[in-house]
């Protein structure tokens, strides 16, 4: 039942909206904060070179937000981005990521926010479309190789 709630969309949107609150009102309140999040759905831009990106070897990646990176921070509807630096030569990238990748926020290193939930990357429309379009049977000979 555990494993059926985790996973469950709307569980998982509740937990987004709930990121998406407690984001907003450290942002707001000019609150310092770190943020763990899901190291597989962690893009930066520009890529980090390799020397730096290897070094991230667990599943999560816990960023500091303050300074600079807090006063750059931008929080959208779905996602999370902002201007850091890393490695010695504090190498410059925007690290964007999904809210739903969100493990947990910490203030002073406690946390005041556990996500639990299982995040899944959403289909665009197309393919949602096309998976309706193909469920019925009688649409499924329409493509054939």
């Known amino acids: 039942m555990l494993d059926e709630i985790l996973g469950?969309?709307?569980f998982a949107l509740l937990m987004k909206m709930h990121v998406y609150e407690c984001t907003d009102y450290l942002l707001q309140n000019e609150k310092p904060f770190s943020v763990m999040a899901?190291?597989?759905?962690?893009?930066?831009?520009p890529e980090l070179p390799s020397s730096i990106k290897d070094n991230f070897t667990q599943p999560v990646i816990v960023f500091?937000?303050?300074?600079?990176?807090?006063?750059?921070?931008v929080l959208s509807e779905n996602e999370l981005s902002?201007?850091?630096?890393?490695?010695?030569?504090?190498?410059?990238?925007?690290?964007?990521?999904p809210l739903g990748a969100v493990v947990q926020i910490l203030v002073e290193n406690s946390p005041i926010l556990v996500n639990f939930s299982i995040y899944k990357e959403?289909?665009?429309k197309?393919?949602?479309?096309?998976?309706?379009?193909?469920s019925n049977?009688?649409?499924?000979?329409?493509?054939k190789k």
Do not use: I, Q, R
Not at 64 to 73: D, H, I, Q
Not at 82 to 95: R, Y
């Open 122 to 124: 959403p289909k665009n």
């Open 64 to 73: 500091a937000l303050a300074g600079y990176t807090f006063e750059s921070a």
């Open 137 to 143: 049977p009688n649409n499924k000979n329409l493509f």
């Open 8 to 10: 469950d969309e709307k």
């Open 126 to 134: 197309l393919e949602k479309s096309m998976a309706a379009f193909l």
């Open 38 to 45: 899901n190291a597989d759905l962690v893009n930066f831009e």
């Open 82 to 97: 902002f201007e850091a630096g890393f490695g010695k030569d504090n190498f410059a990238s925007v690290v964007k990521f």
